[in-house]
């Protein structure tokens, strides 16, 4: 019994394995499954061009029909057509791309990829410091603590942006998924500089909660030295930020002059300024008596002509990679009267 079922199956088969042989051999047309379409990007802004590209392993795609359209209108068709360039929609619209290949033989494969657009801004900010009322904006420096601010632009189908704090975030790090900072209403992302200050690309992708948009941003971060840069301290107008001195100085008729150290980038210890370690170097003799002050008088002798350099070091007591050197040079000049030359900054 057991034999004559083995047979009885065994028949069957063949006898299965012939029909299908006899329907290929008719050359009939058959639909099969196995078009895959990629595109360049999978977060376009609105208005970039996006490449797609179409490959099959069930058909020679190079050498069929390839027929590419969008809605009822066909924007492309050829042999061996693989790629298309397509201009991705307006935020917030939405745009279906249909492809259909068919070989020789009749063999046709198909399918459609949808492309949505929008944009993520992303703003670096440092704890590093700065004067007050400082406009700028100052690089990373090392041992920096760095916040990263997400200001994406995703919208619906009317157009209208979606609040950033009812969007998710994913953070990433050299392409490494930061978990624990990424998820719901997660705008923002703070990093802590570390002793090995290697240049890192950070990315973030923002989707809706029912993944209907995502869009992506990222931003290099480098690191750099602190500076120092010296202002011109007046006694009547205070601080003059809004112009730094040179690295030549003239003395002229005031006869004095304040020059007010600013480091910037530094991380501040609580007790401020005062709390990071100054060399002040006039004419490479160091001035201990300077060593917790931001800033120098300098005043030119009454009857002699000459000048002297101006050195200054800074030093974090607790970042060892924050430190910074800078300079100028002082000079004045005796008039035939007795009197100094007129002020001139340079």
Sequence with gaps: ???QFLKIF?????????????????GLPMAVVGLDLTASTNNPIPGQSVTITAQSFSIDINSAKVVWSI?????????????????????????????VAADS?????????????????????????????????????????IKIVAMPHLA????????????????????????????????????????????????????TRDGSGQAQGIIPISFSSP?????????????????????????GSQKELSALAVPYGFNLPNSGIGGLNLSWLINNILHNELSQ????????????????????QIESP???????????TVSWAKNSNGNTSAASFQ
Excluded: C, H
């Design 156 to 207: 619906d189908a009317s157009g209208q942006e979606y609040n950033p704090a009812n969007l998710v975030y994913k953070w990433s790090r050299n392409n490494s998924v930061l978990a624990d900072q990424s998820g719901y209403d997660r705008q923002s992302i703070t990093i802590q500089g570390g002793l090995v200050p290697r240049d890192f690309l950070m990315s973030v992708t923002v989707s």
């Design 318 to 328: 607790l970042d060892i990679l924050q430190r910074a050197n800078a300079g100028f």
């Design 227 to 251: 500076q120092i840069v010296f202002y011109r301290n007046d006694p009547l107008y205070g601080p003059m930020f809004n112009s730094a001195m040179g690295d030549k100085i003239i003395l």
């Design 1 to 3: 019994m057991y034999r």
């Design 71 to 99: 809605g009822s209108k066909i924007i492309g068709s050829g042999i061996g057509l693989t790629k298309m360039v397509v201009t991705a929609p307006a935020l917030g619209q939405k745009k279906t791309v249909d492809v």
């Design 105 to 145: 033989n009749g063999l046709s494969v198909s399918n459609s990829i949808t492309l949505g657009s929008g944009s993520v801004d992303l703003i670096v900010e440092n704890d590093g410091y700065v004067p007050p009322f400082f406009l700028g904006k100052t690089p990373v420096v090392y041992q920096n603590s």
């Design 293 to 312: 002050s931001g800033e120098v008088t300098l005043r030119a002798p009454a009857d002699t002509g000459g000048s002297s350099n101006i050195s200054l």
């Design 10 to 26: 065994s028949l069957t088969s063949i006898f299965i394995l012939a029909a299908s042989l006899s329907v290929q051999a008719q």
